[in-house]
């Protein structure tokens, strides 16, 4: 959305990515809310990138270049890797209650 808004002067433009950004936000709200719920992991790990972005944002803007490849490839990594936890977690379930 802020990309949207940012990169264009064409007003009709900006009205059509606010509203379509908001809807996308209330359709995807609730699935979202309610695994996170389930996962309590997935809570603690969401804190942590929103903690990081904000101190990359902080130092970005103390002048500090910082590469957001490398950001952004660990944060994919850890939640893949809690993913695959997840995943190994519901299968051992099941097999436990056969």
Do not use: C
């Not at 007003?11 to 709200?29: D, H, N, R």
């Not at 990359?56 to 590469?67: D, K, S, T, V």
């Not at 490849?69 to 809690?82: K, S």
């Amino acid at each position: 959305m802020i990309t949207a808004v940012g990169t264009t002067t064409n007003i009709p433009a900006m009205v059509i990515a606010v509203i379509a950004s908001m809807m996308v936000m209330m359709w995807a709200a609730g699935p979202i809310g309610d695994f996170v719920e389930r996962h309590p992991a997935i809570k603690s790990l969401a804190l942590t990138f929103l903690i990081l972005i904000g101190v990359m944002l902080i130092a970005e803007g103390l002048g500090q270049h910082m590469e957001k490849g490398y950001i952004y490839f660990a944060m994919a990594f850890a939640l893949g890797i809690e993913l695959v936890q997840i995943r190994m977690q519901k299968r051992a379930a099941a097999r436990g209650s056969h």
